[in-house]
């Protein structure tokens, strides 16, 4: 075919008609090559550009349905919407406070005593215009925020230039003496009131005491005025002395460890209750974990501190590094503890669940029990460096806990457990104002006795969401006045007054 063409080409008029040869070639090969084209059957065709733009979508959309359905777990992604399974048990009282509730598959402590079920984590997101509208009252009452609706360029300038502000960040003479204060008092020579190089002349009196053996360790941080902590805070430390006598709490604080934070805390030494307040060393408590990196960029100056106050997400990572570095039992200054926390360990709480499935959709980190150097809390740190987000409510908490305990669940060497929300959250924070109303009728007076009798049967804690409730009074037979009553150990001046809380 090819050598008659050329054949054609070649035998064509001379040079002088050369447009002629021309015309004859593309005449000759029009015929032999293109014209068969068109007389394809045309249905014929639409079916061939069919399946070549069939395939074409297949490439770009896949869509893998396994069958029969079922969940898939897939371990090793990090998005925190993928489902995940979690046995758990409902059933809680007193005489097993030591069994896994909600476990890991993997944890060998789970008890086959209690009624298992599937859970699984998902994301949950709080809707945009109950942030904003609890981010506008926390700029109402906390100066140490950049402005509401800034960039991120503005806020990183706002942010260097108050730096030296922040007390938080900046090391100082209690500060460095952090560690040795700590091995001394959970030792047993500490926590005598001791501040610095300072001590009231009434402390002797409780260190001459001696003190009781270390059993449990409890923490607590508070990186706000002492002003805002309150008789709520005194009652969370009296509840936890009342059901734990012979725990040792540390409330890391450079605002508790002062002059003033020692008569706050007087009271407890000279009953023999062992408490300390130090100023933390967060370069020591950071140090080999993912956060050492991020805190040196934040004291820098090259971490946008979002809209959230910073200090409430120090707090976070703060409490995350104290479980890590020693090991005990951390809770929210609005946690009222109503049981003994010796028979937990390595739990978490979950915050609500969906009625109709069971399952859990967040976890919460206002009460977390956690042995030294559990690889779930190094998680937890290593979350916060890598996603921290200043700009969304409870990113760096609640949903930080979640998200992680949603991909490690089940893989080898994360044994933890997930307690239901009666544990320590038997009440959300949009139905926390019933908690300290008083019985108007029968119907309500049987209504709190119920529920204080299932606090007092199932709960260990009770979480008083103190961002949502701090303007509440606490009026006479309500739920919370019969667990002050319960669970006080001063039981003379607890009165939970109009507080602009700024943390729990």
């Given at each position: 075919m090819?050598?008659?063409?050329?054949k054609?080409i070649?035998?064509s008029?001379?040079p002088?008609s050369?447009?002629?040869?021309?015309?004859?070639?593309a005449a000759?090969?029009?015929?032999?090559?293109?014209?068969?084209?068109?007389f394809l059957?045309?249905a014929?065709?639409?079916?061939?550009?069919?399946?070549?733009?069939?395939?074409?979508?297949?490439?770009?959309?896949?869509?893998?349905?396994?069958?029969?359905l079922k969940?898939?777990?897939d371990r090793?992604r990090?998005?925190?919407?993928?489902?995940?399974v979690?046995?758990?048990?409902?059933s809680?009282?007193?005489?097993s406070?030591s069994?896994?509730?909600?476990?890991s598959?993997?944890s060998?402590s789970?008890s086959?005593?209690?009624?298992?079920?599937?859970?699984?984590a998902?994301?949950?997101?709080?809707p945009?215009s109950?942030?904003?509208?609890?981010?506008?009252?926390?700029?109402k009452?906390d100066t140490?925020?950049p402005?509401?609706?800034?960039?991120?360029?503005?806020?990183l300038?706002?942010?260097?230039?108050?730096?030296?502000?922040f007390?938080?960040?900046?090391?100082s003479k209690?500060?460095?003496?952090?560690?040795?204060?700590?091995?001394?008092?959970?030792?047993g020579?500490?926590?005598d009131?001791?501040v610095?190089?300072t001590?009231a002349?009434?402390?002797?009196?409780?260190?001459d005491?001696?003190p009781?053996?270390?059993e449990?360790?409890v923490f607590?941080?508070?990186?706000?005025?002492?002003?805002n902590?309150?008789?709520?805070?005194?009652?969370?430390?009296?509840s936890?002395?009342?059901?734990?006598?012979?725990a040792c709490?540390?409330?890391?604080?450079?605002e508790?460890?002062s002059?003033?934070?020692?008569?706050l805390?007087?009271?407890?030494w000279?009953r023999?209750y062992?408490?300390?307040?130090?100023?933390?060393?967060?370069?020591?408590?950071?140090e080999?974990?993912?956060?050492?990196?991020?805190f040196?960029?934040?004291?820098k100056?090259?971490?946008?501190?979002?809209?959230?106050p910073?200090?409430?997400?120090?707090?976070n990572?703060?409490?995350?590094?104290?479980?890590?570095?020693?090991?005990?039992?951390?809770?929210?200054?609005?946690?009222v503890?109503?049981k003994s926390?010796?028979g937990?360990?390595n739990?978490?709480g979950?915050q609500t669940?969906?009625e109709?499935t069971?399952?859990?959709?967040?976890?919460?980190?206002a009460?977390?029990?956690?042995d030294?150097?559990?690889?779930?809390?190094y998680k937890?740190?290593?979350e916060?460096?890598?996603?921290?987000?200043?700009?969304?409510?409870g990113?760096?908490?609640p949903y930080?806990?979640?998200?992680?305990v949603?991909?490690v669940?089940g893989?080898?060497?994360f044994?933890?457990?997930?307690m239901p929300p009666i544990?320590?959250?038997?009440?959300d924070?949009?139905?926390v104002?019933?908690l300290f109303?008083?019985?108007?009728?029968?119907?309500q007076?049987?209504?709190?006795?119920?529920?204080?009798?299932?606090?007092?049967?199932d709960?260990f804690a009770v979480?008083?969401?103190?961002?949502?409730?701090s303007g509440l009074?606490?009026?006479?037979?309500s739920?919370?006045s019969?667990?002050m009553?319960?669970?006080?150990v001063?039981?003379?001046s607890t009165?939970?007054p109009?507080?602009?809380?700024?943390?729990?």
């Open positions: 090819l050598s008659r063409f050329l054609l070649m035998s008029p001379p002088s050369s447009s002629s040869r021309y015309a004859i070639a000759f090969f029009t015929k032999r090559f293109v014209s068969p084209c068109f059957p045309s014929l065709a639409a079916l061939f550009f069919f399946l070549l733009l069939t395939c074409n979508a297949l490439s770009i959309f896949c869509f893998q349905i396994p069958f029969p969940p898939i777990l090793d990090h998005l925190p919407q993928n489902a995940v979690i046995e758990f048990g409902e809680l009282s007193s005489s406070s069994s896994s509730y909600y476990s598959p993997s060998s789970s086959s005593s209690l009624p298992s079920s599937i859970m699984y998902v994301k949950e997101e709080a945009l109950r942030a904003r509208k609890t981010l506008q009252l926390v700029h009452h140490m925020v402005p509401l609706k800034s960039s991120s360029r503005q806020r300038r706002w942010f260097r230039m108050n730096r030296t502000k007390t938080i960040l900046q090391t209690l500060s460095r003496q952090f560690s040795a204060r700590v091995q001394e008092f959970f030792e020579a500490g926590g009131g001791v610095g190089n001590t002349s009434s402390s002797s009196s409780s260190s005491a001696s009781h053996p270390c449990l360790r607590m941080t508070w990186i706000s005025s002492l002003d902590f309150g008789d709520r805070g005194v009652f969370a430390i009296e936890l002395f009342k059901s734990n006598p012979d709490l540390l409330i890391a604080s450079k508790m460890d002059r003033r934070g020692y008569e805390l007087r009271p407890f000279s023999g062992r408490v300390m307040a130090a100023s933390p060393d967060l370069s020591f408590l950071f080999s974990t993912s956060a050492e990196v991020w040196e960029k934040l004291r100056g090259n971490v946008d501190p979002g809209e959230v910073l200090g409430q997400n120090l707090s990572l703060l409490r995350l590094a104290l479980l890590y570095k020693y090991g005990g039992a951390y809770i929210d200054a609005d946690v503890v109503v926390f010796a937990l360990r739990t978490i979950a669940r969906d109709g069971g399952r859990w959709s967040r976890l919460n980190n009460v977390m029990i956690f030294k150097n559990h690889p779930l809390v937890f740190i290593e916060f460096a890598l996603t921290f987000d200043g700009n969304k409510w990113h760096n908490g930080l806990v979640s998200r992680v949603s991909r669940s893989r080898p060497g044994e933890f457990s997930v544990a320590f959250y038997p009440v924070w949009s139905k104002r019933c109303h008083g019985p108007r009728d029968k119907h007076f049987k209504w709190v006795l119920a529920k204080l009798g299932r606090i007092k049967k709960s979480h008083l969401w103190n961002r949502h409730s009074q606490v009026e006479d037979g739920v919370v019969h667990l009553s319960s669970f006080c001063l039981c003379n009165s939970f109009k507080l602009p809380a700024t943390e729990g």
